[in-house]
Each structure stands twice: as structure tokens, then as C-alpha cells.
């Protein structure tokens, strides 16, 4: 399936959401779906809720394995959330998968507070040095791995420009985000040990790389246990954890990859209940 057919079953989608018309949808029979990690009907969650889409619009899709995905935003009664979704189509064009994250800040910790969606070039740019669809998804997987128990040790690459934008903020060069650590680049960050916090990056899983943008969307969890209280940075600095209660968060996060390194990272994730489950195992 290419691009055209999968962005157009993209656009039908959203159309359809946007009316709150489900019956619009060209659904395979039995769709999987779920909203926040947790199982839904066709009909349920945000299908009911959703007042319009807002203005952000990031789309991206794996001509290989039928997935089409959307970064933007959503607008429901008192807010405006970030917004993930991802499609799987049938060999038919017909959805037979919705993943959506809605970040609903009035249900979650931590607050996101001067939130921006903005449109970011080079998640759209093409790419100039491209590797193999392997490599994107180690090199995403090495991020995982670099932020799992983060000792300072840099288990993937990236460009010394790289940026980071997490529910709809962005979280590195950006010395005015409540956490001090995000005035430092992606890779400073991780060299200083600061997220040591991060117990486990579990259920990690990458549905869909867009190759001829450099994009890999990956979904999983980040279990913390809450039980670290003071601990030393790699620069020898003894700093406290924010995070001392037991909960996971549930992630979608977009890669960019260019010349073997990750050049941008976009994420949503919401805060769930410690070692939450996914609905998405063994598919």
C-alpha cells in the first residue's frame, strides 16, 4: 500500500473523528483498539468527547507493513491534549488497528505547563544520509536502552543538535522547564546520569518506520519504583529524585534519524498505574 492510500485512510479517519462518526470509518471486521493502553469499542473514549481537532498536524507511514501515524492535537470540553494515533490497515485498506495516546493533563502527573505544538521541519524533511530500516530501529532501541537505570553510558547516537519535545514542550535546551537537567542537549543529558529514576523500559515495541522520512514510532513503558532518593551524577554532584512513588508511563515516541544518528525525538505519554499491562502483547 503507498503512501497516498495510506495518508487518505488517515485523513478518513480523523474526518470521521472529528464528526464523531465512527460509522465513517472503513473498519476490517473486529478492529483492535485501544485509547490510553486500555481496550475500547469503535465508539467509545474520545469518540465521544471530541469538540475538533486542533491545528498541529505530523503524519507519517510504513508503506511495508500498512501503518500509517499522527501526532496533533485534540480538543475536548476545558482542554486541549496532545495527541498520538497510530492505524494498521488490512491487506483491504480497510483499519484494522487504532493505538491512540490522548495526553489529558487533568488526569495526569507530571503537568506539562506553556505547552506549544508546533510544526518542526525536519520531521518532514527527507533524508540525506539514510540507514537500514534495522538500524533505525536499533538506534531508537538504544535510546530505550541509554534512559533504562541511565548510568551515563550512551547506548545509541545522536546529532549534537538533537532536540526533544514531550507533550508538547520541549524538554532539552529549554532552561525555563521546571526540571534542570533540560537546559542541557539530548546527549548531555543522558551522559550525566540524571535519569537513573528509570527502572525499566518495558514493552517496547516499534509498529511502524518511516523510511524515506527517517521515522520510527515506538510505544512502551517506563516503570519507576520510586524507591531511589538521593543519588550521584556522573560529574560527581549528589542530586535528589522527583519520582518516589511506584507508577509507569505509557509512551509513543517518534524518532528521526538521519546520518546513523537521532536528530529529534517527539513524545506523548500519560502516567498509568505502576506496571500497567498492554493491551498490544502478543499481537
Not at 495518508?7 to 483498539?33: C, H, M, Q, S, T
Not at 491545528?55 to 475536548?76: H, I, N, P, S
Request: charged share 30%; with cysteine.
Amino acid at each position: 500500500m503507498n503512501r497516498a492510500a495510506l495518508y487518505g485512510a488517515l485523513e478518513d479517519y480523523l474526518a470521521a473523528l472529528g464528526r464523531k462518526d465512527p460509522g465513517a470509518v472503513n473498519w476490517a471486521p473486529d478492529p483492535f483498539i485501544t485509547e490510553n493502553n486500555v481496550r475500547l469499542e469503535a465508539d467509545d473514549g474520545l469518540w465521544g468527547t471530541i469538540e475538533r481537532l486542533g491545528d498541529y498536524r505530523l503524519m507519517f507511514a510504513d508503506e511495508k507493513t500498512r501503518q500509517v501515524g499522527y501526532f496533533g492535537t485534540v480538543v475536548e470540553p476545558f482542554d486541549e491534549s496532545a495527541y498520538t494515533v497510530r492505524l494498521g490497515l488490512d491487506a483491504q485498506g480497510r483499519v484494522a488497528e487504532v493505538e491512540t495516546v490522548v495526553v489529558r493533563q487533568v488526569d495526569s502527573s507530571p503537568r506539562f505547563e506553556n505547552q506549544r505544538f508546533w510544526d518542526k521541519p525536519i520531521l518532514n524533511a527527507a533524508v540525506e544520509a539514510p540507514v537500514s530500516r534495522d538500524e533505525m530501529i536499533a538506534l531508537s532501541d538504544g535510546y530505550f536502552s541509554t534512559l533504562q537505570l541511565n548510568d551515563g553510558t550512551i547506548r545509541t547516537k545522536f546529532h549534537p543538535d538533537c532536540n526533544r519535545v514531550e507533550n508538547g514542550v520541549q524538554t532539552t535546551n529549554n532552561p525555563d522547564f521546571f526540571v534542570p537537567v533540560a537546559a542541557l542537549g539530548c546527549e548531555a543529558q543522558f551522559r550525566l546520569g540524571n535519569y537513573r529514576y528509570d527502572d525499566r523500559l518495558r514493552g517496547r515495541r516499534y509498529p511502524l518506520v518511516d523510511e524515506a522520512r527517517g521515522l520510527v514510532l515506538a510505544f512502551g513503558f517506563i516503570d519507576h519504583e520510586g524507591r531511589l532518593d538521593e543519588y550521584e551524577l556522573t560529574d560527581g554532584r549528589r542530586v535528589k529524585s522527583h519520582i518516589r512513588r511506584p507508577h509507569s508511563f505509557y509512551l509513543g515516541e517518534l524518532f528521526k534519524i538521519d546520518h546513523g544518528m537521532i536528530c529529534q525525538i517527539e513524545a506523548n505519554f500519560i502516567t498509568v498505574p505502576y506496571r500497567m499491562p498492554s493491551p498490544w502483547d502478543g499481537r
